[in-house]
């Protein structure tokens, strides 16, 4: 059954701290995407990645890096220069990188500070 | 840039009654989706429209394109309780690599 997991489903973070989110798929997709969601500002977009080893900033990006070491993987570091990370990670692909396809999407990620 | 504005914010309606949610684009789209996502959960697609003045039917569910492909809505007819949930727009303009998400109409359905 193909589709997107992320994990984990619930992540603490103590101050000063990076933590990593996992977000793997099985679609055989080109193309994949990270969002944060805050409530009542829908979805923004932090980075996306067209193909392997390529990656471009989104709207959010500051205190966010990704990496794209194999299609199937689109890891998200929240790292310590991001002071509210607070907030509900998506992790989205699409079979191309272009605006005209549909997004996928993985049960998201919860993020919270200690 | 593109700026998606999607109204409004909140809706409450009684079982029954009919819903609509508009979606607005500061700029000429090449697409626009629209996409479901159920208290707790994810987005999930539910239908792209790409031709000005497009109409698409799901069952209850109607979807418009505008004429200037600028602005788009959706329609619940007769609301039941399955439709709650939060209904985004997400626009794309011709050659863009992302997509941009209005920030959603979040639907609650008395029973």
């Known amino acids: 059954d193909g589709g997107i997991t992320q994990s984990p489903k619930y992540l603490f973070r103590k101050e000063g701290q990076n933590v990593t989110l996992s977000c793997e798929q099985n679609?055989?997709?080109?193309?994949m995407y990270w969002y944060r969601q805050d409530p009542g500002q829908g979805l923004r977009l932090i980075y996306y990645s067209q193909i392997v080893n390529d990656f471009q900033k989104g709207d959010i990006a500051e205190g966010y890096s990704v990496s794209r070491e194999k299609k199937e993987s689109f890891p998200l570091t929240v790292t310590s220069a991001q002071k509210n990370p607070t907030a509900f990670y998506l992790c989205?692909?699409?079979?191309?990188?272009?605006?005209?396809?549909?997004?996928?999407f993985g049960d998201g990620t919860r993020l919270s500070i200690l | 840039g593109q700026q998606v504005m999607q109204i409004p914010q909140y809706q409450h309606v009684q079982e029954g009654e009919d819903f609509t949610t508009y979606c607005n684009s500061s700029t000429t789209l090449s697409n626009i989706q629209w996409y479901k996502q159920r208290p707790g959960g994810h987005p999930v697609f539910l239908i792209q429209l790409v031709k000005s003045g497009e109409v698409k039917k799901q069952k209850r569910l109607t979807f418009q394109f505008g004429e200037a492909k600028k602005n788009s809505s959706l329609h619940i007819t007769a609301t039941q309780t399955t439709d709650v949930g939060t209904y985004f727009c997400?626009?794309?303009?011709?050659?863009?690599?992302?997509?941009?998400f209005g920030k959603g109409t979040k639907l609650s359905v008395i029973p």
């Open positions: 989205a692909s699409s079979i191309f990188a272009t605006s005209n396809q549909p997004q996928h």
């Open positions: 679609l055989n997709h080109d193309a």
């Open positions: 997400a626009g794309g303009g011709a050659g863009s690599y992302q997509l941009t």
